[in-house]
């Protein structure tokens, strides 16, 4: 009997087979949850049906960006499934010129669209969403550690996790009285087709896997076990927190040297 039987999950965020909600989504699957998968644009459609097909799950289009779309997402979660138990948002844009150079080069559009598809989107999938939600259910985003640290290159992508992560604390507050909790992920650098846009992502990668207590990178199915785990009821008191899924990459204050992968 798998932890999450008789559950129904959301999983945003499928692109493709490296990306971190392909993880999150087989794990869930293992573990007996009900799967609806979105995709964001034509582009992806396919692959997310493919996916969605083998996991016996559905796949319905969601593009965080337009409220449209977000209302109509929610109207076919109600009449197709009445209810959600876990909510898995695995969204990021940032153009590509804002996650190289010096952050006060970043225009205003720039910071607007990545805060926007990257953070206000929590709020605004939570906001479509919430009448569906049923008491005790799981929402969970997934950030990364250059929201409170310097990571050189990750630039307006850091600044937004940010307040992805503030926007975390503020819905589980919001939503505690309801029984749901709200926590975020946070991920150690897994190469995907958005972590690649970052420059000299590859070193990234290197630098982790020398220095990290665990002395290794982490997987989409490292953080697909978290993931099932923060969804179920092991994790019934746990809300408005970060949990760090990155090999402990996040606790070394001083790495040894010279740090090159092993
Ligand atoms: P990915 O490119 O596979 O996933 C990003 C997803 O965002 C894609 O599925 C894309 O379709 C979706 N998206 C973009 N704009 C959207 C929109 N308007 N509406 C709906 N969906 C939209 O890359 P990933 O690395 O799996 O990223 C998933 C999450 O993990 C992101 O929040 C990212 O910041 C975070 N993260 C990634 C890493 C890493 O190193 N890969 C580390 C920590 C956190």
Known sequence: MGLL?????LVTGVANRWSIATGIARELHRQGATLILTYAAERVQGEVEKLAAELGGVAYPC???S???LEALAARVKADHGRLDTLVHSIAFVNKEDL???VYTTSRTGFALAADISAFSLIALTNALVDVLADGSSIMAITYFGSTSIVPNYNVA???KAALESIVRYLAYDLGERGIRVNAISAG???TASSRQVRDFKKMLDKVSAAAPLRRNVTPEDVGKTAAYLA???ASAITADVHF??????AMGMYPEPVTAS
Do not use: M, Q, R, T
């Open 5 to 9: 039987e008789g559950k129904i999950a």
């Open 63 to 65: 593009d965080v960006g």
């Open 67 to 69: 409220d449209g779309s």
């Open 100 to 102: 190289a150079g010096k």
């Open 158 to 160: 850091g600044i937004v």
């Open 189 to 191: 650098p897994i190469s």
């Open 232 to 234: 179920s009821d092991l």
């Open 245 to 250: 899924v990155d090999a402990g990459y996040h």
